[in-house]
């Protein structure tokens, strides 16, 4: 009877041992290959996207460098334009650089030029003539006159801007100073001024193209 019952009780407990190894290999076996799985899903997930936005940035960062290549810097007015002189310690400007010409838009002329700084006092005959980008003008003070057909061909130009305070002071043909330039060509002269430029002789043909501005 004794042994029986000791049988009975080792039968039990090898029972309950194995069930418990049992146990602790099933949860080896589903937690630990579960959790490297989703480690490597996640993994796998990320590095693409990663590359990709890697990938996508450097091609953005070449386009905008080539543009910038491609386009360059804006020229210098001085680099642009064709002068002759130094005549009694003035320039003139002669043209345009054959090179600029169709892809000038906007134009700044220089009051002074050269290395003593002389004034740029004359726009000569045809300087801008078949500038056919060509939107916009400022002409400085120090310009005292404009030959014929300098906007010859600028079939763009709706804006000039004069920055000198007396009409006296700037030559200009009788008739067609501005012929060549776009139909609504208007042009600016500095606030304050509208008034004189519209009573003097050598502006009274180009009356109606005269507007005001606040020079900068």
């Given at each position: 009877m004794k042994r029986s019952v000791i049988s009975v009780l080792l039968l039990v407990t090898l029972l309950i041992s194995v069930f418990a190894f049992a146990g602790c290999s099933l949860v080896e076996t589903v937690e630990e290959p579960t959790?490297?799985?989703?480690?490597?899903?996640?993994?796998?997930?990320?590095?693409?996207?990663?590359?990709?936005?890697?990938?996508a940035t450097k091609a953005t960062e070449g386009e905008t460098t080539a543009a910038a290549t491609e386009a360059?810097?804006?020229?210098?007015?001085?680099?642009?334009?064709?002068?002759?002189?130094?005549?009694?310690?003035?320039?003139?400007?002669?043209?345009?650089?054959?090179?600029?010409?169709?892809?000038?838009?906007?134009?700044?002329l220089p009051d002074t030029y050269g290395e003593e700084n002389y004034p740029v006092t004359d726009l000569?005959?045809?300087?801008?003539?078949?500038?056919?980008?060509?939107?916009?003008?400022s002409i400085p003070a120090s310009i005292?006159?404009?030959?014929?057909?300098?906007f010859s061909g600028c079939r763009k130009l709706t804006e000039i801007k004069?920055?000198?305070?007396?009409?006296?002071?700037?030559?200009?043909?009788?008739?067609?100073?501005?012929?060549?330039?776009?139909?609504?060509?208007?042009?600016?002269?500095?606030?304050?001024?509208?008034?004189?430029?519209?009573?003097?002789?050598?502006?009274m043909n180009y009356r109606s193209l005269l507007e005001e501005f606040d020079p900068e």
């Amino acid at each position: 009877m004794k042994r029986s019952v000791i049988s009975v009780l080792l039968l039990v407990t090898l029972l309950i041992s194995v069930f418990a190894f049992a146990g602790c290999s099933l949860v080896e076996t589903v937690e630990e290959p579960t959790g490297t799985a989703t480690e490597s899903t996640a993994a796998a997930g990320t590095t693409p996207a990663t590359e990709n936005k890697t990938t996508a940035t450097k091609a953005t960062e070449g386009e905008t460098t080539a543009a910038a290549t491609e386009a360059g810097p804006a020229p210098d007015a001085t680099d642009v334009l064709e002068f002759s002189g130094p005549t009694w310690w003035t320039y003139a400007i002669e043209g345009v650089k054959e090179e600029y010409r169709d892809s000038l838009t906007v134009l700044v002329l220089p009051d002074t030029y050269g290395e003593e700084n002389y004034p740029v006092t004359d726009l000569r005959s045809d300087a801008l003539a078949n500038c056919s980008n060509l939107t916009s003008v400022s002409i400085p003070a120090s310009i005292e006159s404009i030959g014929s057909g300098v906007f010859s061909g600028c079939r763009k130009l709706t804006e000039i801007k004069i920055y000198g305070t007396s009409p006296s002071g700037l030559t200009l043909p009788e008739q067609g100073a501005f012929e060549g330039a776009a139909p609504s060509l208007k042009v600016f002269v500095p606030r304050g001024t509208l008034t004189v430029y519209n009573s003097s002789y050598e502006w009274m043909n180009y009356r109606s193209l005269l507007e005001e501005f606040d020079p900068e």
